[in-house]
């Protein structure tokens, strides 16, 4: 079993930036793809962002490509979510969650954080 704890998040005006963190502990984290996915109160969970466990491809929404970077450092065991040129559409709770591949649907990850609150103010 693998623990995810997120952190980052925050308020911040469109246009600008964040970093978020997935702090991974217990088992092997690199046997591990994790997906970043957000969600805003009245609309379905969204992957956001994936990297799979081996070749380290990335998976992008296209909501966010160009202004989101996904990356892992396994020695860390941390995955990050950098987001840059946030809008307000932005706005939700992103949260990681790890599994054996990247893919859209959220039940194919077992091991989820808690969350953390992004705010994108306009």
């Known amino acids: 079993q693998v623990r995810l704890v997120e952190s980052g998040g925050g308020l911040v005006q469109a246009g600008g930036s964040l970093r978020l963190s997935c702090a991974a502990s217990?088992?092997?984290?690199?046997?591990?793809?994790i997906g970043w996915f957000r969600q805003d109160p009245g609309k379905e969970r969204e992957l956001v962002a994936g990297?799979?466990?081996?070749?380290?491809?990335?998976y992008y929404a296209n909501s966010v490509k160009g202004r989101f970077t996904i990356s892992r450092d396994n020695a860390k065991n941390t995955v990050y979510l950098q987001m840059s040129s946030l809008k307000p559409e932005d706005t939700a709770v992103y949260t990681c969650?790890?599994?054996?591949?990247?893919?859209?649907?959220?039940?194919?990850?077992?091991?989820w954080g808690q969350g953390t609150q992004v705010t994108v103010s306009s």
């Open positions: 217990g088992d092997t984290f690199s046997a591990y793809a």
């Open positions: 969650a790890g599994g054996f591949r990247v893919t859209t649907d959220p039940m194919d990850y077992g091991y």
């Open positions: 990297i799979t466990r081996n070749t380290g491809n990335t």
